[in-house]
């Protein structure tokens, strides 16, 4: 029997949180993990309005923080579904902060999230129509973004090369049973060589010095400096001419680090408040502690601070449960001035099930991301070893380095010197993904001059990207990537 169709409207869910203190980073501003939460939470309650049912996340588009939220402001979420695709739905959602004391409101960032419905009908979902010239936009865009998946699906589960290549590139876990260091030592920054040391350390001469001009002091040597000589009486003032000329400044040399020294490890218990009705862990809730290993991961290169710019598209392969533990391992893949990439890779373990066992074993079926939108699986990516630790996720995170006393993006002193094959391809891949990236961001910003507020009442401006050396606050827009 045919399902009656649902105006897109009907599936509106609106939510209100409030930034609290333990939501901030050290900059007052709201993780990124904290709103990925939040959007993941509401575009659940949405699919759950027109499935009746419930529904898990499967598949997160890529999203971009284009501007910040401040602590005490309110953040409004708003979700609804775009179009339904027989047992899978996409859901879109707007995220705007309006600032209490003044009521100015402005756009954060959207998001396209893919749900699952588990134990649904059997005649499918119902049918949702636009009402209005916004939401035929959507409506039509969402069949494209659904043929986008399908076709990097495809690619991937018809490629060996590039299922040898994803394999080779995914970070793995410290379990448990391993030990070990939990964190790599810390990266410690060098002083800046002087022209004499560099000179000293190529086996040439030093530069000569300037006339007038002495020596630098040794780095033990405490005593005041001699005067220079100037060519002229005690207490006159020397000729301009006289004057030795400036010393150019010297260029910071950024150093070279192994990948290996950027290594973070999570490891989580899901507990009742981490999961849905069924058990299964949220969506939103992984990608928040997907979040937080990137930015401690990042935070080994000692940058001043860190401010989470975007995360890619994440596909959720298998589940994970009440009691199972999750293991989150990041890695900084390439360094581009002042900001990183990071690659994040989630797995996770059922230890009540026994060795062999995996997330499909402990009741939570195959993954969500292969039943979304009708696909095949990832090539085995969710397959489990003999020890019952299964791959969960990967995802990418991009943190901008920022200056916490001006609030303005700096250069990272770092540079990465990969040299194993799997520290090469995620460099290679980081180039590349950095280009889409670049051109997407583009899109959204671009979009922010005819965006329409939630309510309808009003446009947005679009964001001043904060630049390097322009002073522009992170206060006031996510700096560029």
Sequence with gaps: MPTV???????????????????????????GGQVLSWIDLCAGLSAKTLAHGPCVTASVDAVHFLRPTRLGCVVIIAAMVARTFHTSMEVVVVVESEDMRTGVRHHCCSAHLTFVVRGGAAGGL???????????????????RRQQRLERRARMRNSPELREAEQMCRLQPIT????????????????????????????????????????????????????????????ATPSPSLLPPPLPPLLPR?????????????????????????????GGQVMSWMEQCAYISASRLRAPSLLTAAMDSVSFV????????????????AIFGSSLEVMVSVFGESPYAGAGSSGAAAGGGGGAASAADGGGGGGGSGSSDACGIFHCADAYVTVVAV?????????????????????????????????ERLALRGQFTAAECTRVSL???????????????????VLDAIPPL
């Design 5 to 31: 169709p649902v105006a897109m409207a009907a599936t509106r869910v609106v939510m209100h949180q409030l930034v609290m203190p333990s939501d901030v980073n050290v900059l007052g501003i709201c993780t």
């Design 126 to 144: 119902p049918r949702v129509h636009p009402t209005t010239a916004e939401h035929r936009a959507v409506w039509g865009g969402a069949e494209l």
């Design 176 to 235: 448990h049973r391993e030990g070990g260091p939990t964190l790599p030592p810390a990266v410690t920054l060098l002083p800046h060589e002087s022209p004499l040391a560099r000179a000293a350390s190529a086996g040439g001469h030093p530069p000569p010095l300037s006339p007038g001009r002495q020596p630098p002091p040794a780095p033990w040597d405490l005593s005041p400096p001699e005067p220079a000589a100037t060519g002229c009486d005690d207490g």
């Design 254 to 282: 950024r150093q070279r680090v192994p990948p290996t020294c950027t290594t973070a490890y999570m490891t989580q218990s899901i507990l009742p408040q981490h999961a849905n009705t069924l058990h299964i862990t949220f």
């Design 318 to 333: 298998q589940p994970t449960r009440v009691g199972d533990i999750l293991y989150i391992t990041a890695q900084v893949t």
């Design 403 to 435: 200056d916490e006393r001006h609030a303005s993006p700096v250069p990272v002193p770092f540079e990465l010197d990969p040299k194993e094959p799997p520290d090469v391809l995620r460099y290679q891949g980081a180039v590349a993904r950095r280009a």
């Design 455 to 473: 309510d309808g009442g009003h446009t947005y401006s679009p964001p001043s990207e904060a630049a390097e050396g322009t002073g522009t606050s």
